[in-house]
């Protein structure tokens, strides 16, 4: 199982970290992938990162604002989120790849968390 948290309410401009940690196995040789989903609307690629931390990608509407990053012994998965804007507000899900290495879809991914509630205000 795959766990988010570190969700919140914060204002425009402001930052917040989410972490996502696995109970019962670990994240050693995934991929892991952080989605959203606002309401209404459809679950979106935000970031990924490689097995091995050597890669990462990013969705266009947060590249230069979200970092994702993973522990050395990575058991845990970070996505540092600053300048932060109301329509980032969403459910953040954390997702751990079918592989080494992931992709934007969601159908790369296999094990996926309960979400974390992000809420930026105006």
């Known amino acids: 199982q795959l766990q988010a948290f570190g969700g919140g309410l914060v204002q425009a401009g402001g930052s917040l970290r989410l972490s996502c940690a696995a109970s019962?196995?670990?994240?050693?040789?995934?991929?892991m992938g952080w989605f959203r989903q606002a309401p209404g609307q459809e679950r979106e690629f935000v970031a990924s990162?490689?097995?091995?931390?050597?890669?990462?990608n990013y969705g266009e509407s947060v590249k230069g604002r979200f970092t994702v990053s993973r522990e050395k012994a990575k058991t845990t998965v970070y996505l540092q989120m600053n300048s932060l804007k109301p329509e980032d507000t969403a459910v953040y899900y954390c997702?751990?790849?079918?592989?080494?290495?992931?992709?934007?879809?969601?159908?790369?991914?296999?094990?996926w968390g309960q979400g974390t509630l992000v809420t930026v205000s105006s």
């Open positions: 019962g196995r670990t994240l050693s040789n995934n991929a």
């Open positions: 990162i490689s097995w091995d931390g050597a890669f990462t």
């Open positions: 997702a751990g790849a079918r592989g080494s290495f992931g992709g934007t879809s969601q159908s790369s991914y296999t094990s």
